[in-house]
């Protein structure tokens, strides 16, 4: 298995910058500086374990490079080339607490057209967050049209 610590760096050091950070305004993620060198090791990561197999604790700094990253999206775009990461990243994200994490995922796994989209989605569906179980309605409408409309 590869090891990534930089992504796990990079998560640590926007966790500090967050935790002084004015959190006003709906985007404050983008004040962040350092945007360059969390995209680079998220990418690098994605690369890493494209094939689905990666810890759980890459996972969840990928899961939280996704969600800051939620209003550029470039961690987003580049995981799409990884249909297989993207699966892995689904079920892990069911159990996350981060809701930018699970509404992108949800997303994800819909533009990806994963053969399994539905079965990844329906967690999403009966999530707390009022907005994951919208984006999760729309993503599974064209996989199963008929739990959309119900």
């Not at 990461?85 to 930018?100: E, F």
Request: glycine share 2%; charged share 30%; net charge negative.
């Amino acid at each position: 298995m590869p090891q990534i610590p930089e992504l796990h760096q990079q998560v640590t050091k926007f966790k500090h910058w967050a935790a002084t950070a004015d959190r006003r305004s709906g985007e404050w993620e983008c004040d962040y500086e350092h945007w360059h060198d969390l995209w680079a090791s998220a990418s690098d990561t994605i690369i890493a374990y494209q094939d689905g197999a990666i810890p759980n604790a890459e996972a969840d700094d990928l899961l939280f490079a996704l969600a800051r990253d939620n209003e550029c999206k470039h961690v987003r775009e580049k995981l799409l080339s990884s249909p297989e990461l993207i699966t892995t990243l689904a079920k892990r994200a069911v159990v996350s607490g981060d809701a930018d994490a699970k509404w992108q995922i949800a997303i994800s796994v819909a533009e990806a057209q994963l053969p399994d989209a539905a079965d990844l989605l329906r967690p999403f569906l009966t999530d707390a967050d009022e907005y994951v179980r919208r984006r999760a309605l729309m993503a599974i409408a064209p996989f199963s049209p008929k739990e959309a409309e119900g």
